[in-house]
């Protein structure tokens, strides 16, 4: 019998060290000025807290949401090593009961976990979490991942294109949206040439 989704990561994240390494995805760290004191972020399957931490340390208030008990663990190990306060969530995103209208940003990177009959679904919670004006802040892979193999799921039908994303945010003001093939340097879990797609999408006042 094949391991459930939550064994799968329970396994990876129970490893000595960080699967994806203790420094923040480089897009999230770019966008520093987004983050600010007083502000609300819910970080989604946010593992072992490396870009809620970052955010954290910006002053917001982070909600770092996994279905990983030892990945939590070593985000709260992170988090007191940085000496920030984070709210520590595990719950399964599909699950996720959290308020509408509840968060200035939601940081979604590299969720890739949703195949496509389960991605509207997903697209949905986060749109309606965002409070009028907010922003969601993202990055995926693109389907040519799947043949550099350096991170990310291999089906190439859950990974990002420009026309999906413009569709799916349809509704809201896309401030950007790139794609762009960069070196990753994300741990042993993300390393090496990599096809991603960036996006910050405001929803409507």
């Known amino acids: 019998m094949n391991d459930s989704p939550q064994d799968f990561w329970n396994q990876r994240y129970q490893a000595e060290g960080f699967l994806f390494g203790r420094e923040p995805n480089a897009f999230v760290k770019s966008q520093a000025h987004l983050f600010k004191p007083g502000q609300d972020v819910l970080a989604i399957a946010d593992g072992e807290g490396r870009n809620g931490v970052f955010v954290a340390?910006?002053?917001?208030?982070?909600?770092?949401?996994?279905?990983?008990?030892?990945?939590?663990?070593k985000a709260r190990r992170l988090a007191d090593e940085f000496s920030v306060e984070i709210t520590i969530e595990q719950q399964d995103f599909y699950d996720w009961q959290g308020a509408d209208d509840a968060y200035d940003i939601v940081l979604a990177i590299f969720?890739?976990?949703?195949?496509?009959e389960k991605r509207p679904q997903l697209f949905d919670t986060i749109k309606r979490l965002v409070k009028p004006g907010g922003l969601v802040v993202m990055q995926g892979?693109?389907?040519?991942?799947?043949?550099y193999k350096t991170g990310g799921p291999p089906q190439a039908e859950n990974m990002y294109t420009i026309d999906l994303l413009r569709t799916a945010f349809a509704d809201f003001y896309i401030q950007h949206l790139k794609e762009h093939?960069?070196?990753?340097?994300?741990?042993i879990g993300h390393s090496g040439l990599s096809a991603l797609i960036d996006m910050i999408a405001q929803r409507p006042e």
Do not use: C, K, N
């Not at 340390?57 to 663990?73: H, I, K, M, N």
């Not at 892979?141 to 043949?147: A, D, L, W």
């Open 57 to 73: 340390r910006q002053g917001a208030r982070v909600t770092s949401v996994d279905f990983s008990a030892p990945a939590l663990e």
């Open 111 to 116: 969720i890739q976990f949703a195949p496509p």
């Open 141 to 147: 892979y693109r389907p040519e991942q799947v043949s």
């Open 181 to 187: 093939d960069s070196i990753v340097d994300e741990g």
